[in-house]
C-alpha cells in the first residue's frame, strides 16, 4: 500500500466530512501547501501528521485499509452475526477478547 493510496483513501474521509484541504493542514499543523502536495502524491505526511490526520477523521489504520480496499467498516452485527457461527469455545473466547478491551479502554489503558 502506497502513500498515495492511502492519501487518496484519506481525501475521501475528508471530503466526506466536508473538510477543505485548509481545515485538514490547520489540524494536523502543516501548510496547506504542504496538505495539498501529500493528497496529490508530490510529498508525504510524517508519522506523526498521519495519525493526527485519523484521529481528525475519527478513524483507524483498520478503517483505513478497509477504504483502500471498498470494504464496508465492520459493524457489531456483522461481529454478532460471525459469532454465530463459532463454536462454543471460540465464542467464549471472543467475548472475553471483547469484554477485556472494553474494560481496557474504560481504564484508559
Known amino acids: 500500500m502506497s502513500h498515495h493510496q492511502l492519501m487518496v483513501a484519506i481525501k475521501r474521509r475528508r471530503e466526506k ?3 477543505t484541504q485548509q481545515d485538514m493542514a490547520d489540524l494536523i499543523g ?3 501547501r504542504h496538505y495539498v502536495r501529500c493528497e496529490s502524491g508530490k510529498s508525504e505526511l510524517k ?15 483498520l478503517d483505513l485499509a478497509l477504504d483502500m480496499m471498498n470494504l464496508e467498516p ?11 457461527t463459532l463454536s462454543p469455545t471460540a465464542r467464549k473466547s471472543l467475548i ?5 478491551n472494553w474494560s481496557d479502554k474504560k481504564k484508559g489503558a
Open 30 to 32: 502543516v501548510s496547506r
Open 74 to 84: 465492520v459493524s457489531p452485527e456483522d461481529v454478532t452475526a460471525s459469532a454465530r
Open 17 to 19: 466530512l466536508l473538510l
Open 96 to 100: 472475553k477478547f471483547l469484554f477485556d
Open 47 to 61: 508519522l506523526s501528521q498521519f495519525a493526527a490526520a485519523l484521529r481528525v477523521l475519527k478513524i483507524t489504520y
